[in-house]
Structures are given as C-alpha cells and as structure tokens.
C-alpha cells in the first residue's frame, strides 16, 4: 500500500475492537469492498478466522519459523502471506525459505544509523 487511503491493514487492536479477526475482515469488506486488504494473525486460529471471512492477504505476527511453515502448508495458496515481527537481517533467508509471499524487515528502519546531516543557509550577494 502506498498509504492509509489506498488500502486496509487490520492490526491487533483492530481485531480486538470489532470483535475477532473475521469480524474485523468482515466489517472492512462490507463498508470497503474495493480497497485491498491485510490482516494481522498471530496464531493458527487467527489465519482460519481470517481466511473463512474472506481475507486475501495474512500478515503473519511474530510467528517461528516452524510456525510460518505449519502456517504456509495450512493456508496452501489460499492467501498471500507475508511474515513480520522478529525479522532479522540474519534470520531473513530462513524465513523467506518458509514460503510465504513477503517478509517485513523492521530492523531496516527501526534500527538503521541516524545521518548526521545539517542544512546550512547563506544570504545571496
């Protein structure tokens, strides 16, 4: 997604708001039928809500890497999944090799160096 406008990521908090995952899903797709859509899940339980509410696209939270595979063999194409939380740069070829479609990689941005970059201003003469 390029920003809050264009599609609907369902997080945690969301979820628990409306209700469970399904309903969350559910609520998006009956008030916005034409925006793309994610769904945060952190178990097993979570996907099945998920995907029987219609949900395309699972991000996966937090999850093992043996949960992601459990998770990529169980949704068996039914979903994209993209896989977040506790990625590292060290870990990112072991889970992407889990099967899921995408990875987030916090650690680019959360834990990237600061620039030390200044802006110095001259009066033209």
Do not use: W
Not at 8 to 32: D, M, P, Q, W, Y
Not at 54 to 71: E, F, K, P
Not at 109 to 115: E, G, Q, Y
């Amino acid at each position: 997604r390029a920003g809050l406008y264009d599609a609907v990521l369902i997080k945690e908090n969301h979820a628990t708001i409306a209700g469970g995952v399904g309903e969350a899903v559910r609520r998006v797709r009956a008030h916005s039928p034409e925006l793309a859509l994610e769904v945060e899940c952190r178990t097993l339980a979570e996907v099945d809500e998920a995907l029987a509410a219609g949900a395309l696209r699972i991000l996966l939270d937090n999850m093992s890497v043996a949960q992601l595979r459990v998770a990529v063999t169980h949704v068996d194409g039914r979903a994209e999944l993209e896989a977040s939380g506790g990625v590292t740069l060290p870990t990112l070829r072991e889970i992407a090799s889990t099967g899921v479609q995408f990875v987030s990689v916090g650690a680019l941005t959360h834990s990237a160096p600061a620039l030390d970059l200044s802006l110095i201003l001259e009066p033209i003469t």
